[in-house]
């Protein structure tokens, strides 16, 4: 099994910055990509942002050139900075990696992101 904690999530102005950090531990060799998803009150989770194990990334459009997700050299750390924050991107934001092996999916309890305007 894989655990994944989340942690630098808070409340930001508009147009402010914030850096999320995920820590994996457990089995990890068991980590391929990892991501960031969100999910806002009343929706659905959505896809923020992705990084393969070999740091190949993805975005979603909403976040282009505001969001940027990195790993650790050892692969078991992904971060995602956030910069010129919305009022739109307040959700509880969730670390996710899944398994090389089974492709099932492993996550965090979450932190929150609030954006005041």
């Known amino acids: 099994q894989v655990q994944l904690m989340e942690s630098g999530g808070g409340l930001v102005q508009a147009g402010g910055s914030l850096r999320l950090a995920c820590a994996a531990s457990?089995?990890?060799?068991?980590?391929?990509?990892m991501a960031w998803y969100r999910q806002a009150p009343g929706n659905q989770r959505e896809l923020v942002a992705s990084?393969?194990?070999?740091?190949?990334?993805s975005y979603r459009d909403s976040v282009k050139g505001r969001f940027t997700i990195s790993r650790d050299s050892a692969k078991t750390t992904v971060n995602l900075q956030m910069n010129s924050l919305k009022p739109e991107d307040t959700a509880v934001y969730y670390c996710?990696?899944?398994?090389?092996?089974?492709?099932?999916?492993?996550w965090g309890q979450g932190t929150q992101v609030t954006v005041s305007s």
């Open positions: 990084i393969s194990s070999s740091g190949t990334t």
């Open positions: 457990g089995s990890l060799f068991r980590i391929g990509p």
């Open positions: 996710n990696a899944r398994d090389r092996y089974s492709g099932s999916g492993f």
